[in-house]
């Protein structure tokens, strides 16, 4: 049975959900909401809530302030990712969380 993804919002931690601003060109943004599904060290990976669903990577990058925001476009770059933060446990000296927002997605298509 799925779970209203507005009632699951509800009480989803602050930390764990994101907006993601997109600038479709000069005057147009959009904004789509994100849930965190896994986190490493220095890497977060979100997915996107719209209808056709997109990873995005936010990557600390070592020794800097800087912070990278991606879309991942090859499954594998996602698949590496939550190896990492503990799908197969500790992986490439990596211990990272898998976050309970991923059963919700995968329970709600």
Not at 30 to 48: G, N, P, S, V
Not at 65 to 85: C, G, H, N, R, S
């Amino acid at each position: 049975m799925p779970i209203d993804l507005t009632s699951f919002l509800q009480h989803t931690p602050e930390g764990e959900k994101t907006s993601v601003f997109i600038h479709v060109d000069e005057e147009t943004i959009e904004t789509y909401d994100a849930l965190l599904i896994a986190q490493t060290r220095y890497r977060k990976l979100f997915i996107t809530l719209e209808p056709k669903r997109r990873y995005l990577v936010h990557t600390q990058v070592v020794d800097a302030e800087e912070i990278e925001i991606d879309f991942l476009q090859d499954y594998e770059e996602v698949e590496a990712l939550l190896e990492d933060a503990g799908l197969d446990g500790i992986h490439d000296g990596e211990q990272g969380i898998l976050y309970h927002n991923l059963l919700f997605l995968l329970m709600n298509p």
